[in-house]
């Protein structure tokens, strides 16, 4: 891949990086890090990345560095108690986008965050990233029949916490 190339990947994925690791992750801070990872790792690899399935690498990538960061903070925080904040961070939006989003975003948001982390996965690459079932499966090195029922599973639990919290699906 040359640098245009790479330059274009980063351009038009940027923000799917970037608001992926938030959403896994639930701290700005956090998913800015993984985002400037992530596209040190591109650049890292850019002879071995194939443009055509740049998108895919680099969700694949975010999730794995998603991970990762998550498990480092459990162990920080079985390590240091409550010294360190618990690795799944509440993902309730801030005050601007609560007051912009309304009612129904932020219930969706607290009901995504209730979710097991592989469940919350599944559910934003494909239904906030518009990932197909086939890239999904690859980014999660998985079979696309487990991949499909994963997704149905967490539509399910993710319909329940939503009737839960008042809303109407």
């Not at 986008?97 to 982390?117: D, F, T, V, Y």
Request: proline fraction near 4%; hydrophobic fraction near 35%.
């Amino acid at each position: 891949m040359d640098t245009d190339t790479y330059q274009d990947l980063v351009v038009r994925h940027k923000n799917l990086v970037h608001g992926y690791a938030y959403r896994m992750l639930g701290n700005r801070e956090d998913a800015r890090d993984v985002a400037q990872e992530v596209l040190i790792r591109l650049w890292e690899n850019r002879e071995k990345v194939i443009p055509d399935s740049g998108k895919a690498w680099l969700l694949r990538t975010t999730y794995r560095l998603c991970v990762d960061r998550t498990r480092r903070k459990k162990v920080r925080s079985e390590v240091f108690g409550d010294a360190v904040l618990d690795p799944v961070a509440d993902v309730t939006p801030n005050p601007e986008k609560q007051s912009a989003a309304g009612e129904l975003g932020r219930a969706i948001e607290a009901a995504l965050g209730q979710l097991r982390k592989e469940d919350r996965t599944v559910v934003l690459l494909r239904e906030v990233h518009h990932t197909s079932y086939e890239e999904i499966a690859r980014i999660l090195s998985q079979p696309l029949g487990t991949v499909k029922a994963r997704l149905h599973r967490a539509r399910i639990r993710l319909r329940r916490e939503l009737v839960e919290a008042g809303v109407t699906p």
